[in-house]
């Protein structure tokens, strides 16, 4: 059984490690056995659409994650909406029919994720008049917000699955209630939530802490005589493709600057619209005074932003990805977004959803600084969702192979 796993963008990676380790230790399990069959035997062909492409957010994942390298790169590189799924599309297709995968895996809910589920739903295989199985991990998220980009590749890439993975209660109810029998949904749990679990510890060799000159136990170095730091992320285009709102939130996030360094991890999209739109301003930190203030730096490798995110006081951010491993880490998150797809990281976990107006995020952050939320980690993110998916993807296929050569 062949089974094809798409990654394209910077959450990918950590969503598909752990699939990929699952369905090697499967087939050395099997070959193992004593009833070992060719014929049983589960390999994973790893596809990287390259929507992501620049070293720090997509080259250092494989070695920190230690992904194996891409079997195929498409290097389809960035564009609008419509060029980069086409060409993603087009040039799936040709990796598709020829080397005619049992499953196409994707997961997330990037450009890449849609594009490959929607080339597997119609192609055809010469000879048997098939196609791959299509399993999507991470499915039945929803924000209800079809402005976001992501919205929309979530509930067309579900529409379009065989099998949909489902990482927290609410996407089975979100997937019920449209209509996917319930027969095709699968609550296995957080596979990114596997890649955390499985890096925590060695993420705490990272040197990111001293080379900024803070500290695990929150005593600063360079005089910050309050030692303590904040995360920042933000990249949806909501918040930093118009001026306005960018600013906005740069603004609110003043008085937490005031008090301790705030380190922000800048997306090459929110780089791009810092220059863009002459934002520099907000960021004055003065590296060699140590002072406070909001300090830029390049995307951080896995292991390095895991490390960060571990010791921080609060992190703000508009990822998807983020506000669930702050959860697990029992980490203070403000969300700056209206919504989340994720609600788990609110009810269970230590996420609160701020929205974008500036009081408010003042007001969200103040309260996650003086006492944090009680957190239990969600059901079933305990680091063996790949192995229980890998588990139900093989039986699930293997059952549908009998079934087809029996007719
Ligand atoms: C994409 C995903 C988003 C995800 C994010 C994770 C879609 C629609 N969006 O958003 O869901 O949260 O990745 O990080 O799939 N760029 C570089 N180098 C790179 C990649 C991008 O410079 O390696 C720049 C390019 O100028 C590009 C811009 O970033 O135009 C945006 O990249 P794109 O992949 O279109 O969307 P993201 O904002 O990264
Ligand atoms: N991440 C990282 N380095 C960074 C910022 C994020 O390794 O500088 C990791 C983060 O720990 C999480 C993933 O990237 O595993 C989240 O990706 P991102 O925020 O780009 O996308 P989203 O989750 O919003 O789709």
Known sequence: MKIMIVVGARPNFMKAAPLMRAIQNYGGQRAAGSLADPSDSVRAVLVHTGQHYDEAMSGSFFVDLTLPKPDLYLGVGSGSHAVQTGEIMRLFEQVVLS??????????DVNSTLACA??????????????PTIAHVEAGLRSFDRYMPEEVNRVLTDHLS????????????????EGIPED??????NTMIDSLLASKEKAEHSSILDRLGVHKNGNGTNGNSRGKYALLTLHRPSNVDHRENFSNILHALDELAAVGPVFFSAHPRTRKRIA????DSHFDFDE???????RILEPLGYLDFLCLMKHAAVVVTDSGGIQEETTCLGIPCVTVRENTERPVTVTKGTNVIAGTNPQK???????????RKNASAPEKWDGHAAERIVETLVTRVREEKLENAHK
Request: aromatic share 6%; net charge negative; no cysteine.
């Open 118 to 131: 929607l080339v597997a739903s119609k192609v055809t295989y010469d000879g048997d008049g098939g196609r």
């Open 99 to 108: 080397e005619r995968p049992d499953v196409v895996l994707v997961v997330g």
């Open 184 to 189: 095709r949904i699968h609550f296995a749990g």
């Open 288 to 294: 060699m005074g140590g002072k406070n203030g909001i």
């Open 162 to 177: 065989d099998l949909l993975f489902v990482t927290e209660e609410s996407g089975v109810q979100n997937l019920l209630s």
């Open 361 to 371: 995020i003042r007001e969200a952050i103040r309260m996650q600084l003086q006492g």
């Open 276 to 279: 863009e739109f002459g934002l």
